[in-house]
């Protein structure tokens, strides 16, 4: 089957400290890969995607890129702030389906300042 | 633009009562997605919607559990009878037809479930 296996957290950084959260996959066709960021009291919103091998995804200072041969998609950002604080969720879905993410469990980050 | 519209943002009920959630997702998208999260079990993909037509729902919990789309401007979510373990955020997603290789949702605030 598809899943999505996160970096468990939490993780706290102090400012302007580098990010990795670390993601890898399983699938069964060719999937497409993103990033989904929570915010305190909201929904998930889209940070980020890929959809083919050696894509690079980026915003907002984040990047991540698509590693067939690893099946990973880490997310990295060089330097956070506290605004970044957040809980963050890879996911991925197969482009010849229906728009079915299947989601990691989620890493929760906090910046302090 | 108005986004994915959910209500109630908190619902605070007694176990055994009905409890409804709404949904208005956004327009001229064709699919509806409505999830559940919480701390135990992270987001969990409860049923979705295909042009108002319930396409999987093998994440429903149990019977007690239902939804519907009558049209493509609303759905909604029911529990009956609820239970403290229902007591989750319940998040409401629409997202563009089949083949957009972007997939991305679109999702609502949450519906905040405290089940008694």
């Known amino acids: 089957g598809n899943s999505v296996t996160q970096m468990e957290g939490p993780v706290t950084l102090s400012e302007e400290a580098f990010l990795t959260i670390n993601c890898t996959y399983t699938?069964?066709?060719?999937?497409?890969l993103f990033w989904y960021v929570q915010y305190p009291g909201e929904g998930l919103q889209l940070l980020l995607k890929a959809t083919k091998a050696d894509d690079k995804g980026s915003n907002k200072g984040f990047e991540a890129t698509y590693r067939k041969e690893t099946t990973s998609f880490h997310l990295e950002k060089g330097s956070v702030q506290v605004s970044d604080s957040a809980v963050y969720f890879c996911a991925l879905t197969l482009i010849q389906g229906a728009q079915k993410l299947v989601f990691g469990q989620g890493t929760r980050l906090t910046i302090n300042p | 633009d108005a986004g994915v519209i959910q209500s109630p943002r908190h619902e605070v009920t007694e176990m055994g009562q009905e409890v409804t959630l709404r949904c208005k997702p956004i327009?001229?998208?064709?699919?509806l997605f409505w999830y559940r999260q919480t701390m135990m079990r992270g987001l969990e993909l409860l049923i979705y919607?295909?042009?108002?037509?319930?396409?999987?729902d093998s994440g429903m919990p149990e019977d007690r559990f239902s939804a519907k789309m009558p049209n493509a401007s609303f759905s909604t979510l029911k529990i009956q009878p609820s239970e403290p373990r229902d007591s989750a955020v319940y998040f409401c997603a629409s997202s563009f037809r089949a083949g957009d290789p972007t997939g991305e949702l679109f999702f609502g605030e949450g519906s905040r479930l405290t089940v008694l």
């Open positions: 327009s001229g998208h064709d699919y």
């Open positions: 919607f295909n042009n108002n037509v319930p396409i999987d």
């Open positions: 699938a069964t066709g060719y999937p497409s």
